[in-house]
Every structure is written in structure tokens, then in C-alpha cells.
Nanobody
Framework: QVQVVESGGGSVQAGGSLRLSCVAS??????MGWYRQPPGKQRELVAT???????NYADFVKGRFTVSRDNAKNAVFLQMNSLKPEDTAVYYC??????????????????WGQGTQVTVSS
């Protein structure tokens, strides 16, 4: 059974830093990363990292946030620097598993964590 557990959220003043951690158990995952859902808005991509090391960042976090992985531990991290009030959101970890069968071909399965609150005050 797959479990995805985040940690590291909290409250910080604008300009501060936080580090989020996520560990996924029960399988191996091709892509792991972070999404967020600001109050009253839809969930959006923050940053992802493939097991081979390639990354994908949302424009609004480039230069401020850094995603990293420890493949051996099925862990992904998000270092958030220069935080802004608009970064306030629930941050979710997602682990994506690719599998292939002759019957169904290739398919992706997403696993989500429960979310961790990040609050940035001005």
C-alpha cells in the first residue's frame, strides 16, 4: 500500500525560508514533486523532479525554490527561500508511478499526500 507523507510546513515572515519533506513508501516513483493550493484557488504545480534528475518549476518560484530528491529513500524535498505572502497555501506532495502491462499498456498512477500548511505573513 502506497503512503505519501509530508512534513515541514509552518508559519514564517516574508523573506524567510522553509523546507518541506515528503517520503513515499510502498513502491518506486518515476516523478515526485510539489503542488500547492492557495486559499480559494485551484491546486497548481510548484516543482517536480524525475528520478533521473530532470526538474520542472512553475515560473513563480524560479530562483526562489529548489526541489531535490533522495531516490534511495523515495523522498523529495522543497527548499523555499525568499517567501512571499502569496506563497501561502496548502502544499501537497505527489508521487507518480509508471507501470506497464501487456493488457493495459503503459499508465501513470498518482499518489497524493495529505498536505501541509505554509503561511507567510507580511
Amino acid at each position: 500500500q502506497v503512503q505519501v507523507v509530508e512534513s515541514g510546513g509552518g508559519s514564517v515572515q516574508a523573506g524567510g525560508s522553509l523546507r518541506l519533506s515528503c517520503v513515499a513508501s510502498g513502491s518506486t516513483f518515476s516523478i515526485m514533486g510539489w503542488y500547492r493550493q492557495p486559499p480559494g484557488k485551484q491546486r497548481e504545480l510548484v516543482a517536480t523532479m524525475a528520478s533521473g534528475g530532470s526538474t520542472n518549476y512553475a515560473d513563480f518560484v524560479k530562483g526562489r525554490f529548489t526541489v531535490s530528491r533522495d531516490n534511495a529513500k523515495n523522498a523529495v524535498f522543497l527548499q523555499m527561500n525568499s517567501l512571499k505572502p502569496e506563497d501561502t497555501a496548502v502544499y501537497y506532495c505527489k508521487a507518480e508511478k509508471y507501470s506497464y502491462t501487456k493488457v493495459r499498456g503503459g499508465e501513470w498512477t498518482d499518489y497524493w499526500g495529505q498536505g501541509t500548511q505554509v503561511t507567510v505573513s507580511s
